[in-house]
């Protein structure tokens, strides 16, 4: 009798600590909670998180059941549950080092431009460059970027550099061309040019595109405290923005980029994930690299332990991190797209028939997919024009052809805009478009100048790729766009409407829940990450996003003012909103 008793008492213990073992960490409920399972809205009234992932959606009812003496019950107030959202383009490395830049958003002149970059360098160290971004020459008062002569009143013997909101133009002074090893005689690189005064070949100081790309990657190193905050500013402001896996497409743009995501890994800085891409001209350096990670985490067993830490099954991640792809530039910004017909109009400097023009060779390209197209590494190239398209097209038709069909799908960046005839070759080889609908509003107008309303009215055909039954993710491309806020882009892309209120391409405009599944469910499976991110299912991640508001129930103009109240990665809050 007395063993009876023993065992009753064991069994009740192992009965009492399995039930707790089985009981949620905590259920959410009393608002809306949008799945973005499907291709139409569907609600369930609760959910329940367990252990970093999703234990139960569904009715309250059965939520409840998963309730112990320390699960926590959210009520949501009336907020909005979805799956946290996902960075289809961006850099947020590079985000994170203009944290600490000069802010040259919104400047209205030279004058005020240059007063702010004298501002930053009483802010920097000794010796470190005077570094800006973010200027528009085309929206300043004198139509043009600064000269080499002006950016030395800044500072005649320490390097000032600074760089235009697209990422792809910039301009140096004296001290900065003299540092890098840039002068009259240097000739100018493909796909870029270094500009020249009129009648010589002496340096004007604006560098466009690759040019540039030569300059900035001498950039001194970021360190110590400076290093970490790339990597935890970037990441704050991703998550402040409802972002639970974020980018850095373009890793190498700076000489030190590597070394920052790897202080990134070594420290656990990030509490989101991180998908990087490396840049075209760096990729061994990146591979090599990320080989070294996960050697390093190795011994006694360190990776195997680090990798089973995961809630999820995606064991490609090491400390929130992991190498996604190779970004590769096929063409260049608004003014410097690669179009197979001229420009309606051209800009500034432009003469001629001008179409922009291609910054790799077939080569390059044909050699990285020879290389990648087999392997898990996604092919991520940049491309505005339908010239560019077509390039990256013949690449993928001819490894389909010397390689066999591959569950690859190439990243179209930007795709601004395609042809019908590329629509349909993309669909055939998997091919998946990240639009960058955050320059709708701002730079909308001035695509229909350049480009022409034709092009205009079909670029970022988001609304044909659904009727196509061809997934696409909507990026803010940060810092190309002043700020990686996701709401405003499907705001932008829902409504088309440029900053002087005309709607370009109204037959394009695609619904809040399909704007939303671009920046959710099609983003994940872009990155392939769709079986354990993007959707609010049981098993996947608990990374989830709670919104003031619904974007399904409020006026569509007004999706861009909906609040982030709050982030949670697997579970965890990595956000909220003050109040």
């Not at 509490?271 to 050697?295: E, F, Q, W």
Request: charged letters at 20%.
């Amino acid at each position: 009798m007395k063993h009876l008793h023993l065992l009753l008492a064991l069994a009740g213990l192992f009965q009492a600590a399995t039930a707790m073992a089985a009981s949620a960490d905590a259920i959410y409920l009393g608002g809306d909670i949008l799945t973005m399972k499907g291709k139409s809205p569907r609600y369930v009234q609760a959910l329940a998180v367990r252990d970093g992932k999703i234990a139960f959606v569904g009715s309250k009812a059965g939520a409840m059941k998963l309730r112990g003496e320390s699960t926590k019950v959210v009520d949501l107030g009336g907020a909005t549950l979805l799956p946290g959202f996902i960075d289809g383009h961006g850099h947020m490395i590079q985000f994170g080092k203009n944290l600490v830049d000069a802010n040259l958003f919104g400047t209205p002149d030279i004058p005020d431009l240059l007063a702010r970059m004298k501002d930053q360098m009483a802010k920097v160290p000794e010796g470190a460059w005077i570094v800006g971004f973010g200027y528009q020459a085309k929206r300043m008062k004198e139509g043009r970027t600064p000269t080499v002569e002006e950016l030395d009143t800044v500072s005649a013997d320490r390097p000032v550099m600074i760089v235009d909101g697209s990422g792809h133009l910039g301009a140096g002074n004296s001290a900065l061309f003299k540092l890098t090893g840039i002068s009259a005689g240097t000739a100018d690189p493909a796909g870029g040019n270094f500009s020249r005064k009129p009648g010589s070949q002496e340096l004007l100081g604006a560098m466009e595109e690759t040019a540039l790309n030569v300059v900035r990657a001498q950039r001194p190193a970021f360190s110590g405290q400076l290093a970490d905050q790339v990597a935890t500013g970037g990441a704050a402001a991703w998550a402040s923005f409802g972002q639970t896996t974020a980018q850095e497409c373009g890793v190498g743009l700076g000489a030190d980029d590597i070394s920052l995501v790897r202080n990134a890994i070594d420290k656990k800085l990030l509490p989101i994930d991180l998908y990087v891409c490396a840049k075209d001209s760096v990729t061994d350096s990146v591979i090599n690299a990320a080989y070294s990670v996960r050697a390093d985490y190795q011994p006694e067993g360190t990776l195997s332990k680090l990798l089973a830490a995961r809630p999820d099954i995606d064991k490609r991640y090491i400390n929130r991190a992991r190498l996604g792809g190779i970004k590769f530039w096929l063409d260049g910004s608004l003014d410097t797209a690669w179009f197979a017909k001229p420009y309606a109009f051209n800009p500034p400097g432009k003469t001629g028939e001008y179409s922009g023009y291609e910054q790799i060779s077939d080569a390059t390209l044909n050699a990285a997919f020879d290389k990648f197209w087999t392997t898990g590494i996604q092919l991520n190239m940049h491309m505005n024009g339908d010239a560019a398209a077509e390039q990256a097209l013949r690449a993928i038709e001819r490894a389909v052809k010397k390689h066999g069909m591959r569950d690859h799908r190439p990243v179209f960046i930007h795709a601004s805009y395609l042809r019908p005839d590329q629509i349909d070759r993309m669909k055939k080889y998997g091919a998946v478009p990240s639009f960058l609908t955050a320059s709708l509003p701002t730079a909308g107008d001035i695509v229909v100048k350049l480009w022409g309303a034709e092009r205009a009215a079909h670029s970022m055909a988001a609304e044909t790729m659904i009727k196509k039954g061809i997934p696409f993710s909507f990026s803010h491309d940060s810092p190309v766009s002043p700020s990686p806020a996701v709401l405003p882009i499907v705001d932008a892309a829902v409504n088309r409407r440029t900053s002087s209120g005309v709607v370009v391409g109204p037959d394009e405009r695609v619904s809040p829940y399909d704007g939303l599944r671009a920046v959710t469910a099609m983003a994940a499976y872009q990155i392939k990450e769709e079986k354990t991110k993007g959707t609010l299912e049981a098993g996947k991640l608990a990374d989830m996003v709670i919104l003031e508001k619904n974007p399904l129930k409020v006026d569509p103009l007004t999706i861009k003012d909906i609040k982030v109240l709050e982030t949670l990665k697997e579970g965890q809050t990595v956000y909220q909103l003050k109040r």
